[in-house]
């Protein structure tokens, strides 16, 4: 049993946690879309009420220096567990380093398969060294142990980033690999491009959201049918001059030697999909490993031995095999809540529904207790975000104030994605919209926070709609591109976030700490309002109850 505080906040209604994504703190430079947007509610409880800055990205939130920015997975990571874990990139970056991955049963099954067979080695995953679902040093690591190994062929299947990394960024990228596979290419190893496309295009779908993307890109890779080119580095210049493309939205393409694809998937092959973040590579992993698989017609299901960087999915073991083991994320908030019988709800739309959920819980699929936990998926829409740049927050805001007028639930937490997937696009004008969207709901979920007589801690998991614009270092202004117009930025940023404590009723009972705080000190701040003192195992929390 859990120790209760010996004088609690005695909080009559939900304690509600509003995660707006991608809503960072930022200077209001003209880059900054949250500034730009009408906001007043936001700006008014920002005004008003405690706040405290919190770290989102780097060491903060398990990744391996402060120039990685943070993402969504490791912001519910440690939102949900209270603490920090070494995350994706770090785990593989060590694993390499040390050889362990080399030297484990993933990459031995997978490199015995290609030797035995005579078979070809294929690589496919997002290609850039944006740190965030993968980055394209373990993809050369890999090649190089490849042919250390014995594996004479080798094909990758590049997703192309502009996303994480600069929007139109992909022949930096591609111009210096094909450099590294031309030298590491001899006549015992034969090692190239196969195929590519955006990430936004094929391949890397999410939550179930658009299968018809996994669907394209298994065409692309597995049966080589796509539009054809001499090289990736054509194909990205020819769609670019033909479409005005960024690179997240290249349509998909097959490198061919005359008429023949370089690199389709067949019997006996083996396959790595190279990420280490888990959202965007379950789907293809279904689709190589699942023998019932119905989400669309395969054509052809060949027969390969397949595995993730990562096990992406802990409880569903997706994949089977994997080259590192992921961290052991135990005693989250979710399960201490659980434990303790106390009420919980979890909402979002289908884009952020896995993070207040699996990565929320730990990567663990499924509930900890079915009777006190409730979790709701407000499916998203299937269109290009900058679209329909409301998203649907005014349904994750009917919801909530549904579910708090009932009065079951002590806990409550919620994911407005808007700021992190309109950001994402790159359209300043979609993002300003979004942003003022999301202030309207704010407005009517506030009201109903007070109305039941709740308090809510508002903060994000990182910055994204702050920074429209690449910044220069130097001057602090938007970077201008030669034809007078800005350059956008559609990654994360290194921004703090904020976290704002809306509380019209019991602020008395505690005091907001001054200080050097993180997304894992969310966790033991929720459960000191909830009336527990926090697991020793947790970091600190942000407030000292009276």
């Given at each position: 049993?859990?120790?209760?505080?010996?004088?609690?906040?005695?909080?009559?209604?939900?304690?509600?946690?509003?995660?707006?994504?991608?809503?960072?703190?930022?200077?209001?430079?003209?880059?900054?879309?949250?500034?730009?947007?009408?906001?007043?509610?936001?700006?008014?409880?920002?005004?008003?009420?405690?706040?405290?800055?919190?770290?989102?990205?780097?060491?903060?939130?398990?990744?391996?220096?402060?120039?990685?920015?943070?993402?969504?997975?490791?912001?519910?990571?440690?939102?949900?567990?209270?603490?920090?874990?070494?995350?994706?990139?770090?785990?593989?970056?060590?694993?390499?380093?040390?050889?362990?991955?080399?030297?484990?049963?993933?990459?031995?099954?997978?490199?015995?398969?290609?030797?035995?067979?005579?078979?070809?080695?294929?690589?496919?995953?997002?290609?850039?060294?944006?740190?965030?679902?993968?980055?394209?040093?373990?993809?050369?690591?890999?090649?190089?142990?490849?042919?250390?190994?014995?594996?004479?062929?080798?094909?990758?299947?590049?997703?192309?980033?502009?996303?994480?990394?600069?929007?139109?960024?992909?022949?930096?990228?591609?111009?210096?690999?094909?450099?590294?596979?031309?030298?590491?290419?001899?006549?015992?190893?034969?090692?190239?491009?196969?195929?590519?496309?955006?990430?936004?295009?094929?391949?890397?779908?999410?939550?179930?959201?658009?299968?018809?993307?996994?669907?394209?890109?298994?065409?692309?890779?597995?049966?080589?049918?796509?539009?054809a080119f001499k090289s990736a580095k054509e194909a990205i210049e020819t769609y670019r001059s033909e479409l005005g493309c960024i690179d997240q939205d290249l349509p998909g393409f097959v490198i061919?030697?005359?008429?023949?694809?370089?690199?389709?998937?067949?019997?006996?092959?083996?396959?790595?999909?190279f990420n280490f973040r888990g959202d965007r590579a379950i789907e293809i992993s279904k689709a190589f490993e699942d023998t019932d698989f119905d989400k669309f017609d395969r054509v052809r299901f060949p027969k390969v031995c397949y595995a993730g960087m990562l096990e992406y999915d802990g409880d569903l073991h997706?994949?089977?095999?994997?080259?590192?083991?992921?961290?052991?994320?135990?005693?989250?908030?979710?399960?201490?809540?659980?434990?303790?019988?106390?009420?919980?709800?979890?909402?979002?739309?289908?884009?952020?529904?896995?993070?207040?959920?699996?990565?929320?819980?730990?990567?663990?699929?499924?509930?900890?207790?079915?009777?006190?936990?409730?979790?709701?998926?407000?499916?998203?829409?299937?269109?290009?975000?900058?679209?329909?740049?409301?998203?649907?927050?005014?349904?994750?805001?009917?919801?909530?104030?549904?579910?708090?007028?009932?009065?079951?639930?002590?806990?409550?937490?919620?994911?407005?994605?808007?700021?992190?997937?309109?950001?994402?696009?790159?359209?300043?004008?979609?993002?300003?919209?979004?942003?003022?969207?999301?202030?309207?709901?704010?407005?009517?979920?506030?009201?109903?926070?007070?109305?039941?007589?709740?308090?809510?801690?508002?903060?994000?998991?990182?910055?994204?709609?702050?920074?429209?614009?690449?910044?220069?270092?130097?001057?602090?202004?938007?970077?201008?591109?030669?034809?007078?117009?800005?350059?956008?930025?559609?990654?994360?940023?290194?921004?703090?976030?904020?976290?704002?404590?809306?509380?019209?009723?019991?602020?008395?009972?505690?005091?907001?700490?001054?200080?050097?705080?993180?997304?894992?000190?969310?966790?033991?701040?929720?459960?000191?309002?909830?009336?527990?003192?926090?697991?020793?195992?947790?970091?600190?929390?942000?407030?000292?109850?009276?």
């Open positions: 049993m859990a120790t209760k505080l010996q004088n609690p906040p005695k909080i009559k209604g939900p304690v509600v946690t509003l995660v707006l994504d991608g809503v960072g703190i930022a200077p209001d430079n003209g880059a900054n879309a949250i500034k730009l947007a009408r906001t007043p509610v936001l700006d008014r409880i920002m005004e008003k009420y405690p706040m405290v800055a919190l770290k989102a990205h780097g060491v903060a939130v398990g990744l391996p220096s402060d120039d990685d920015m943070g993402n969504s997975e490791v912001g519910h990571n440690a939102l949900g567990a209270g603490q920090v874990f070494a995350q994706g990139a770090k785990l593989v970056t060590q694993s390499i380093e040390t050889k362990k991955l080399f030297g484990g049963k993933g990459w031995s099954e997978i490199s015995s398969n290609c030797r035995e067979n005579n078979s070809v080695l294929h690589f496919i995953g997002l290609f850039s060294d944006g740190n965030v679902h993968s980055n394209i040093s373990h993809l050369k690591a890999l090649i190089e142990g490849a042919k250390e190994d014995g594996v004479k062929k080798v094909r990758v299947h590049i997703l192309l980033d502009g996303r994480d990394v600069g929007e139109t960024s992909a022949l930096d990228y591609v111009d210096p690999f094909e450099e590294f596979l031309a030298a590491i290419s001899d006549n015992t190893f034969d090692a190239k491009i196969a195929s590519g496309g955006g990430r936004m295009n094929i391949t890397m779908d999410r939550y179930e959201a658009n299968w018809e993307m996994v669907k394209r890109g298994w065409d692309i890779h597995v049966l080589g049918e796509g539009r061919t030697d005359g008429n023949t694809p370089l690199g389709t998937v067949n019997d006996g092959d083996s396959v790595v999909f997706i994949p089977s095999r994997y080259l590192v083991a992921p961290p052991e994320i135990t005693g989250t908030m979710g399960e201490f809540l659980a434990n303790e019988k106390i009420t919980q709800l979890a909402v979002s739309e289908t884009q952020k529904y896995g993070h207040v959920t699996y990565f929320w819980n730990g990567n663990k699929s499924g509930k900890y207790d079915e009777a006190t936990e409730t979790y709701i998926e407000i499916p998203s829409d299937v269109v290009p975000f900058e679209q329909r740049p409301w998203m649907k927050c005014a349904e994750i805001t009917d919801e909530l104030i549904k579910r708090i007028e009932e009065g079951k639930y002590r806990y409550i937490r919620a994911n407005f994605p808007n700021g992190d997937m309109v950001g994402h696009t790159g359209n300043m004008e979609a993002t300003i919209v979004s942003m003022e969207a999301l202030d309207l709901c704010l407005d009517r979920l506030l009201k109903a926070i007070d109305k039941a007589e709740g308090m809510a801690i508002i903060t994000a998991d990182h910055g994204n709609a702050d920074e429209m614009y690449e910044i220069n270092k130097k001057t602090g202004t938007p970077k201008e591109n030669k034809d007078g117009s800005f350059k956008a930025k559609t990654s994360h940023t290194l921004n703090p976030v904020p976290c704002i404590f809306y509380d019209n009723f019991y602020s008395d009972s505690y005091t907001v700490k001054q200080g050097s705080f993180g997304l894992s000190n969310v966790a033991a701040t929720v459960v000191n309002l909830l009336g527990y003192e926090k697991p020793e195992i947790w970091d600190e929390s942000i407030i000292e109850v009276k």
